[in-house]
């Protein structure tokens, strides 16, 4: 792959080397009739535009290259709101692809070019949301008070009044419920803010912090009428993120409420939403790859650009003399290369399709609905027989693992502190599920709690569901389940071990059963997403399936060992 990105490299560098020249050309052109600055002026305009309507289309990549055009064109500009302009679109784009690192570089950068307080309050303000709770708390504090810093202790405008719910969010997420709440009550006129528009993303989303506020204060009249003033004004915008985070909210407080029928549901509603996010979230991670790639060549890009700069600063006599027969040497030079990259472009196209796919299939394997049904209809036996202590315990489980599978699905890899704590959550229910029938021994290295390393998500999960469907559907004896983590080198080992009716047994009777047809899709889809891997990232994976038998050669289970490389 890194040989296929050296083409693309160098075939880009030729073409703005030779753009470059052209430029240069056309320029001096202009200049000697007075046009340079007005064609300047309105590429700038253009480009920003495009950028702008390019990221609010979803077209993330075509949206980088045409700010990032601009930001070239902007070089020797002495207008800096334009920088300030383009540097903020540049950080909404990196936002909404995930790549915060470089959001929040680009966020600082147009800070310098800030003028006026409002640009440098907006700017405050949006870098303290690329902070992440509770790891990083500390920071975005540190910019939600410059932000409020820049507001008077007088009547606040719209811009200070979101930044002050950005601090009564801080304070949600610390636990300080009151001070949140006297932050809106004495600062944030929710009314004024909502203005003339009723559903802009702003007052929802100042909405759906005060349904938070007063859900963790035990005010649920409230809560549910915030909630679903929000969840009104989202989905007449078909604001997608919004609708889920509404729904969340009331799926909790119905919850908390005893209202267990309006929660599930609320919770159903999620998961069918939830499927339309996960293809945009898919599109978006396709995004963040290409995104880091041209950030990786970037820095090379822009030293081949200087350095054929000051080369034509310092020839400029040379350059009319010689453009014409280097544009036709280019032109050939570009015509080869371009073939290749084209068809380097698409390899990668199918293999960013087919870890989509994968991804899609792996979210599917754990959320399918057969295993949503047997878990809703094990609740409801709870709650018909009365056993409502046991009815509580499952149904938090059950919204715990979808809250913790849909929180995972932003991304193709995620820790190993939620793996597991999605794996524990899977087995209490189907535990839940069969009534105790099989019982479950973790053997989990704690040196790998401590590394808490980056691994790919829903890996382990479709081998646990074939140990307990195929393993113990049928078996007579005491059933366990035994899943074992251990670090070795710079590896992850782990193991799952049942002590079922093995392979062979469960083949003869797994002909003509629907689940039995899943389960095997489950486990050859990971094998699959495990082989993309491999050849996306050089990501050394494995599975190794092993029959046990006793002495005597009767089956006594089976053991799956999958390796997982630790990055």
Request: with cysteine.
């Amino acid at each position: 792959m890194r040989k296929h990105y050296t083409i693309k490299s160098l075939a880009y560098g030729l073409a703005l080397g030779f753009w470059a020249l052209a430029l240069l050309s056309c320029t001096q052109e202009n200049k000697s009739n007075g046009e340079g600055e007005e064609i300047k002026a309105a590429d700038l305009q253009y480009y920003l535009d495009i950028g702008i309507k390019a990221r609010e289309n979803g077209r993330y990549i075509q949206a980088l290259e045409h700010l990032e055009m601009g930001m070239q064109y902007a070089e020797s500009s002495v207008d800096r709101k334009i920088y300030w302009d383009l540097l903020t679109n540049i950080a909404y784009v990196h936002r909404d692809i995930g790549n915060t690192q470089e959001g929040r570089k680009n966020f600082k950068k147009a800070l310098h070019y800030a003028d006026t307080d409002a640009q440098a309050l907006i700017t405050y303000s949006k870098l303290s949301s690329l902070y992440s709770y509770p790891k990083e708390a500390d920071s975005a504090r540190y910019y939600i008070d410059k932000a409020l810093s820049l507001c008077g202790s007088g009547t606040t405008d719209k811009n200070c009044m979101l930044a002050y719910n950005h601090l009564a969010w801080d304070y949600i997420q610390r636990g300080q419920y009151e001070k949140g709440l006297e932050v809106f009550e004495s600062r944030i006129d929710i009314e004024q803010l909502k203005g003339d528009s009723s559903s802009s993303t702003e007052y929802l989303g100042a909405v759906c912090t005060l349904g938070e506020l007063y859900l963790n204060l035990e005010q649920y009249d409230k809560a549910t009428s915030y909630f679903t003033t929000a969840l009104t004004g989202f989905e007449k915008h078909n604001n997608l993120s919004g609708t889920l985070a509404a729904k969340k909210g009331l799926a909790d407080t119905y919850e908390r409420t005893g209202e267990l029928t309006e929660s599930i549901r609320e919770l159903k509603e999620i998961e069918r939403l939830t499927e339309q996010r996960n293809t945009l979230q898919l599109q978006k991670e396709v995004a963040k790859l290409e995104a880091e790639k041209l950030l990786e060549n970037k820095d090379a890009e822009i030293d081949s650009l200087a350095l054929e700069t000051q080369e034509i600063e310092e020839s400029m006599d040379k350059v009319r003399l010689f453009s014409s027969i280097l544009g036709v040497c280019v032109i050939l030079f570009l015509a080869f290369f371009l073939y290749n990259g084209y068809k380097n472009k698409i390899i990668l196209h199918r293999l960013n399709e087919s870890l989509s796919l994968n991804r899609l299939k792996a979210l599917q394997s754990i959320m399918n609905p057969h295993f949503l049904f047997n878990s809703f209809s094990t609740l409801q036996n709870f709650i018909l027989k009365k056993e409502h202590i046991k009815a509580n315990e499952y149904m938090t489980e059950l919204s715990s693992l979808i809250r913790e599978v849909l929180s995972s699905s932003d991304s193709i890899f995620h820790s190993f502190k939620k793996e597991v704590q999605i794996l524990k959550s899977y087995i209490a229910l189907e535990q839940g599920r069969f009534y105790g029938r099989f019982e479950v021994q973790y053997d989990i290295d704690e040196s790998l709690f401590e590394l808490n390393p980056t691994i790919p998500s829903m890996i382990i999960q479709p081998y646990l569901e074939n140990a307990i469907i195929h393993g113990f559907s049928h078996t007579e004896k005491e059933a366990k389940l035994t899943l074992s983590l251990k670090k070795e080198g710079k590896q992850i080992l782990c193991k799952v071990i049942d002590n079922g009716i093995g392979r062979k047994e469960a083949e003869k009777l797994k002909k003509g059963s629907k689940a039995s047809g899943h389960l095997s899709i489950a486990t050859r889809n990971t094998d699959e997403r495990l082989a993309i891997l491999n050849q996306f990232n050089d990501y050394k994976a494995s599975v190794n399936i092993i029959d046990l038998y006793n002495e005597v050669g009767i089956s006594e289970g089976t053991e799956v060992q999958i390796i997982l490389p630790i990055s």
